[in-house]
Every structure is written in C-alpha cells, then in structure tokens.
C-alpha cells in the first residue's frame, strides 16, 4: 500500500525554519505596502521576491538561519526608515 505522505516530508527542523521563512516573507511585504511612495514600494516589493526566489534552494540550516537574520536586520532597517519619514 502506498503512503499517503508526500515523497519529499520535511523534518520538524525545517519545517519550523519553514515557517519562519514565510512570516519573515509576510512582514516585509506588510512593511513595503507601508512605504508612501509607489515606484519605491514597487521596487522594494519586486526585490523582496526575487531574493527569496533566488535562495529558496537552499538546505543547509546555517545558511537558512544566517540569512533569516540578515532579513530580519534589513526589515528592521527598513521599519527604522519608514519611521523617520513619517517623522
């Protein structure tokens, strides 16, 4: 009988990496639809995508978790400019 699993099952590890992945994917769309002018927030929209499609290859965990923070300090860079322009 065949399993009714996917051939490929993730491990627990990776998908909680998973998930964090894509709630820092929804944070920085959230924060880009925040930025007043439209040509920035297109760009800033279309660069977000096209970097998480070009690293979504990847496997290793060391190298998932360093870039997870290296998003996390660019949204939090781009939090901090949205701020001062409201300012």
Do not use: C
């Not at 944070?27 to 070009?54: G, M």
């Not at 990847?58 to 290296?70: G, P, Q, V």
């Amino acid at each position: 009988m065949a399993s009714k699993l996917p051939k490929k099952t993730l491990s627990l590890k990776q998908f909680l990496l998973r998930q964090e992945v894509l709630k820092l994917y929804r944070d920085i769309i959230r924060t880009v639809k925040k930025v007043p002018d439209e040509s920035t927030r297109l760009e800033l929209k279309e660069w977000a995508r096209t970097d998480f499609r070009n690293n979504k290859h990847h496997n290793d965990e060391t190298t998932i978790k360093s870039m997870l923070h290296y998003g996390r300090k660019s949204l939090e860079d781009l939090r901090k400019s949205l701020a001062l322009s409201d300012s």
